[in-house]
């Protein structure tokens, strides 16, 4: 007989849903690879949230079903290596209304429903209550391994001896925890000198809503490399704030010695005073 478990938003459940891509990012792709019996490595760059669990399902022969609405086409960023099909699923999941029905062989079925359309609190579930106890035990395991994974990542994003370990574990932290990605790029702006660490943390900060202005602006009037300060000045004008901070900062670099530098803080001036 096939379980059908209903996973409510109470369970805390891990996953990623980056905010929309920026001018800058990378191009919108995605690749799923199958790399054991149920585990698979996933690597997506703004890939319609929809079309990512779907082609999830075919790799995995997963029936997946995703309602219609402004959820399904989200942007979603997020690199998983060799994980448990499960795992990715909690992670890609998180924040949102599903249910997933297991049979003999594992996952069957993945249904995501639009905001409204499945109680919070409350699910569809045809197992009986020690599969239901087992069911909740196991997942609130998960979310414990979870945390944990999460504070190896923070370790190795502020202290691995490796640039790419660095910016790998923060964009892996990215998809799993913005928050805790905002405060680790924050950090790693004053303490890293890696160009590529550097152009991640902005990178990350530039998603975030409201954008961080404070730790940008840093940046842009720090001694970093050119084109890091030159992002962080972007990305700290991005939503078109004219913030007395930001205005500030950007009359003051029109006389930066670096001509790229100055090019870039009248141009954004000028677009703040239209």
Same mark, same amino acid.
């Given at each position: 007989?096939?379980?059908?478990?209903?996973?409510?938003?109470?369970?805390?459940?891990?996953?990623?849903?980056?905010?929309?891509?920026?001018?800058?990012?990378?191009?919108?792709?995605?690749?799923?690879?199958?790399?054991?019996?149920?585990?698979?490595?996933?690597?997506?760059?703004? #890939?319609?949230?929809?079309?990512?669990?779907?082609?999830?399902?075919?790799?995995?022969?997963?029936?997946?079903?995703?309602?219609?609405?402004?959820?399904?086409?989200?942007?979603?960023?997020?690199?998983?290596?060799?994980?448990?099909? +499960?795992?990715?699923?909690?992670?890609?999941?998180?924040?949102?209304?599903?249910?997933?029905?297991?049979?003999?062989?594992?996952?069957?079925?993945?249904?995501?429903?639009? +905001?409204?359309?499945?109680?919070?609190?409350?699910?569809?579930?045809?197992?009986?209550?020690?599969?239901? #106890?087992?069911?909740?035990?196991?997942?609130?395991?998960?979310?414990?391994?979870?945390?944990?994974?999460?504070?190896?990542?923070?370790?190795?994003?502020?202290?691995?001896?490796?640039?790419?370990?660095?910016?790998? #574990?923060?964009?892996?932290?990215? #998809?799993?925890?913005?928050?805790?990605?905002?405060?680790?790029?924050?950090?790693?702006?004053?303490?890293?000198?890696?160009?590529?660490?550097?152009?991640?943390?902005?990178?990350?900060?530039?998603?975030?809503?409201?954008?961080?202005?404070?730790?940008?602006?840093?940046?842009?009037?720090?001694?970093?490399?050119?084109?890091?300060?030159?992002?962080?000045?972007?990305?700290?004008?991005?939503?078109?704030?004219?913030?007395?901070?930001?205005?500030?900062?950007?009359?003051?670099?029109?006389?930066?010695?670096?001509?790229?530098?100055? +090019?870039?803080?009248?141009?954004?001036?000028?677009?703040?005073?239209?």
């Amino acid at each position: 007989m096939t379980r059908a478990m209903a996973l409510p938003l109470m369970l805390v459940l891990a996953g990623a849903a980056s905010a929309s891509a920026t001018p800058g990012d990378p191009e919108p792709g995605m690749r799923v690879v199958q790399t054991g019996r149920a585990r698979l490595t996933v690597d997506a760059q703004a #890939a319609p949230f929809a079309e990512l669990l779907r082609e999830l399902g075919r790799t995995m022969r997963i029936t997946v079903a995703v309602d219609p609405g402004p959820d399904a086409a989200t942007p979603i960023t997020a690199t998983f290596n060799d994980v448990p099909v +499960e795992d990715a699923l909690r992670r890609l999941l998180r924040g949102r209304n599903f249910t997933i029905e297991y049979g003999a062989a594992g996952i069957d079925e993945v249904h995501v429903y639009q +905001e409204g359309a499945v109680s919070r609190t409350s699910g569809a579930w045809r197992a009986d209550p020690p599969s239901r #106890a087992r069911s909740y035990a196991r997942l609130a395991r998960a979310a414990a391994e979870e945390q944990e994974d999460l504070n190896t990542l923070e370790r190795t994003a502020l202290d691995a001896a490796e640039p790419d370990e660095r910016m790998g #574990a923060l964009s892996t932290i990215s #998809a799993l925890d913005n928050t805790r990605a905002r405060d680790i790029a924050i950090a790693l702006l004053t303490r890293d000198d890696d160009e590529e660490v550097l152009s991640t943390a902005v990178r990350i900060l530039r998603q975030q809503e409201p954008v961080p202005l404070e730790p940008l602006l840093s940046v842009a009037l720090s001694g970093k490399p050119v084109r890091v300060r030159i992002e962080a000045l972007q990305a700290a004008s991005a939503d078109g704030r004219t913030d007395r901070r930001l205005l500030g900062a950007l009359k003051s670099l029109m006389s930066d010695q670096d001509e790229e530098v100055r +090019e870039t803080a009248k141009q954004l001036l000028d677009d703040l005073s239209q």
